[in-house]
T-cell receptor, first 113, second 113 residues
Framework: AQKITQTQPGMFVQEKEAVTLDCTYDTSDQSYGLFWYKQPSSGEMIFLIYQGSYDEQNATEGRYSLNFQKARKSANLVISASQLGDSAMYFCAMRDRDDKIIFGKGTRLHILP | NAGVTQTPKFRILKIGQSMTLQCTQDMNHNYMYWYRQDPGMGLKLIYYSVGAGITDKGEVPNGYNVSRSTTEDFPLRLELAAPSQTSVYFC????????????FGPGTRLTVT
């Protein structure tokens, strides 16, 4: 069965530093996709970045990049030059070949001024 | 485009009552999903649909039912509400060919007492 694991329940990072949020996944599918979402305290879900299992290059979107290591089954999110507005919950998610999308438990990120 | 709309925004149910959470999208997305988010936790997939007339169970389907008679609508039915169903419910939609990301509704906060 598919599984997403986020081992960091909370992180504190100084403003302007880079931060890496960990995500490991488990699947027997060859074709799958990995997502990261941000959930601010207001509660909405904001899509950040996507990586397909066949994509050879790591995905990047502005200050976000996804460090995809297929053999290790990891899909860590890297946020460069963190800002106070980055404080939020971050969720890793995976889409399997049947288009079922499941989420990890999340990491709460606190950016310190 | 209104995107994904959910009604109601808030609801209090008594134990044993039933209700339907409404979800509508106007983006002609074929995939739709229902999740629940318990306080401080990640999202758990309840049911999903890859097109009108097709529904599949997710991780936590017990106590819920869905139907998908049109592309636009994906209602979630709670029968015999229990306190364990107290949660925030999110509906989401996506379309494979126009991009991998899911678009989320604003959520319905449900309390069962």
């Amino acid at each position: 069965a598919q599984k997403i694991t986020q081992t960091q329940p909370g992180m504190f990072v100084q403003e302007k530093e880079a931060v890496t949020l960990d995500c490991t996944y488990d699947t027997s599918d060859q074709s799958y996709g990995l997502f990261w979402y941000k959930q601010p305290s207001s509660g909405e879900m904001i899509f950040l970045i996507y990586q397909g299992s066949y994509d050879e290059q790591n995905a990047t979107e502005g200050r976000y990049s996804l460090n995809f290591q297929k053999a290790r089954k990891s899909a860590n999110l890297v946020i460069s030059a963190s800002q106070l507005g980055d404080s939020a919950m971050y969720f890793c998610a995976m889409r399997d070949r049947d288009d079922k999308i499941i989420f990890g438990k999340g990491t709460r990120l606190h950016i310190l001024p | 485009n209104a995107g994904v709309t959910q009604t109601p925004k808030f609801r209090i149910l008594k134990i044993g009552q039933s209700m339907t959470l409404q979800c509508t999208q106007d983006m002609n997305h074929n995939y739709m999903y229902w999740y629940r988010q318990d306080p401080g936790m990640g999202l758990k997939l309840i049911y999903y649909s890859v097109g009108a007339g097709i529904t599949d169970k997710g991780e936590v389907p017990n106590g819920y039912n869905v139907s998908r008679s049109t592309t636009e609508d994906f209602p979630l039915r709670l029968e015999l509400a229990a306190p364990s169903q107290t949660s925030v419910y999110f509906c989401a939609s996506s379309h494979r060919t126009s991009g991998p990301e899911q678009y989320f509704g604003p959520g319905t906060r449900l309390t069962v007492t």
